[in-house]
């Protein structure tokens, strides 16, 4: 069964520095997300993605993060400079809602990101 | 703004046994629902889904229940094995305009064996 893949598993950053987190997507999905979770918190909406623009944002993204999709495999999420309370699991999930309006996400294993 | 609750943040069942969870929304406008469940270390994985036009929605030992006029959905885990241990997140979607899939924060089960 095809999968969404993440890179690194786990990240530790000093506070300030720029993280890239990777992730590939399903290949024929369509629509491609990030979403973090908070050490024992809700798994929180950060951004989604499609037809390579912002479709949505939440207020915690702000300036420091960018998505991207460098080419038609891989969606990166940056936070140009952490601060300790992005320390997270960072979730990379896609879907085909191009195909059925009601289609799941799927999640990759995540990033944990650890900010010191 | 917590548009989907899960209001048990903990759920003990003996093995065999039916697990019920629970989850409330606010949002008359979602007409999507989804169950997720997660182990530790692991992204969430789906589970099982229903669309507002339906009530009940069935597949193998897992059943979700949709009362569209109490906002109100449950997901029945039928017989319950210890495997089904972690934590079950609801979610949610369809807000006209909107591609997010908005989450509850999760019921820890846990199935004694």
């Known amino acids: 069964e095809p999968e969404v893949t993440q890179t690194p598993s786990h990240q530790v950053t000093q506070m300030g520095q720029e993280v890239i987190l990777r992730c590939v997507p399903i290949?024929?999905?369509?629509?491609f997300y990030w979403y973090r979770q908070i050490l024992g918190q809700k798994v929180e909406f950060l951004v989604s993605f499609y037809n390579n623009e912002i479709s949505e944002k939440s207020e915690i993204f702000d300036d420091q993060f960018s998505v991207e999709r460098p080419d038609g495999s891989n969606f990166t999420l940056k936070i140009r400079s952490t601060k300790l309370e992005d320390s997270a699991m960072y979730f990379c999930a896609s879907s085909n809602r191009g195909s059925s309006y009601n289609s799941p996400l799927h999640f990759g294993n995540g990033t944990r990101l650890t900010v010191t | 703004d917590q548009q989907v609750k899960q209001n048990s943040p903990s759920l003990s069942v003996q093995e065999g046994r039916i697990s019920i969870l629970n989850c409330d929304y606010t949002?008359?406008?979602?007409?999507?629902f989804l169950w997720y469940k997660k182990y530790p270390a692991e992204g969430p994985t789906f589970l099982i889904s229903?669309?507002?036009?339906?009530d009940k929605n069935e597949d193998g030992r897992f059943t979700v229940f949709l009362n569209k006029s109490a906002k109100h959905l449950s997901l029945h885990i039928v017989p319950s094995q210890p495997g089904d241990s972690a934590v079950y997140f609801c979610a949610a979607s369809g807000d006209s305009g909107t591609y997010k899939y908005i989450f509850g924060t999760g019921t820890r089960l846990k199935v004694l064996a």
């Open positions: 290949s024929n999905h369509l629509y």
């Open positions: 229903i669309s507002s036009i339906k």
């Open positions: 949002n008359s406008m979602f007409d999507y």
